[in-house]
């Protein structure tokens, strides 16, 4: 997300490798033990209302008082201890970044290099997103659809799908898609099947937060909402 003001953005794409490592050090100074793994198992009480133990891919055995389930979409802990249940139709993201997006025919347009910029569309909608220098002055140009429609997307005929690109003066496809890190790349990002929610949030002992309880879409970070 962005934060905008008077004087412009604050703060956008927050290093990951970076902010989380930070974040670790912080806990382990304040006494917090980290293992590393990833729960294969979950052994629940007979009636399945607590969690007992999990049981790591690295063969360790962890016992809790207390489970918080905050590790994201991928709901490592919900996902065995509950359902969980898509959330209105199926819809997936396609998207890719580009150094050449014209933000002053943008602008003049109604959009805004520092916001989030969520555009309706028939078949879907588009974010464009303008990542700052922390993220190479990319933008993230992103298109939401039916999964069968975005099968047929392609960099020189998204145009077609979605007209509103021309809000950019894009008439004529994408031109010269990078990565994350700004190198030439020739296929799209792509983030399948999203939308989801668990139909029980916590148990007599556990709980999940954030994404890994409830997750509509990435933009709208509701799982900062619900966290």
Do not use: M
Not at 99 to 124: E, F, M, P, Q, Y
Not at 125 to 152: M, Q, Y
Not at 153 to 176: C, V, W
Request: hydrophobic letters at 35%; a neutral charge.
């Amino acid at each position: 997300a962005s934060f905008t003001g008077e004087s412009g953005r604050y703060s956008i794409h927050v290093p990951r490798d970076i902010f989380d490592r930070k974040l670790r050090d912080i806990a382990r100074d304040r006494g917090v033990e980290i293992i590393i793994g990833h729960p294969e198992t979950i052994s629940k009480s007979a009636d399945g209302s607590k969690v007992i133990s999990a049981t790591l891919n690295t063969g360790c055995r962890v016992t809790g008082k207390y489970w918080i389930d905050a590790s994201g979409q991928n709901a490592v802990l919900a996902s065995k201890v509950t359902q969980r249940n898509p959330v209105g139709a199926q819809r997936v993201a396609t998207f890719a970044y580009l150094d050449n997006i014209d933000w002053d025919r943008a602008h003049d347009n109604g959009l805004h290099i520092n916001r989030t910029n969520i555009i309706s569309s028939k078949v879907g909608w588009i974010w464009a997103i303008h990542l700052g220098e922390a993220g190479c002055n990319l933008t993230s140009l992103g298109f939401v659809t039916r999964p069968a429609d975005a099968k047929h997307l392609r960099f020189d005929s998204i145009h077609e799908y979605f007209p509103e690109l021309a809000l950019f003066g894009i008439q004529d496809g994408l031109k010269n898609p990078k990565t994350p890190l700004g190198e030439p790349t020739g296929k799209w990002q792509y983030h399948p099947e999203y939308s989801h929610a668990c139909e029980q949030l916590h148990g007599d002992n556990w709980a999940a937060v954030g994404d890994a309880a409830l997750f509509l879409d990435p933009i709208l970070s509701q799982g900062v909402t619900l966290a």
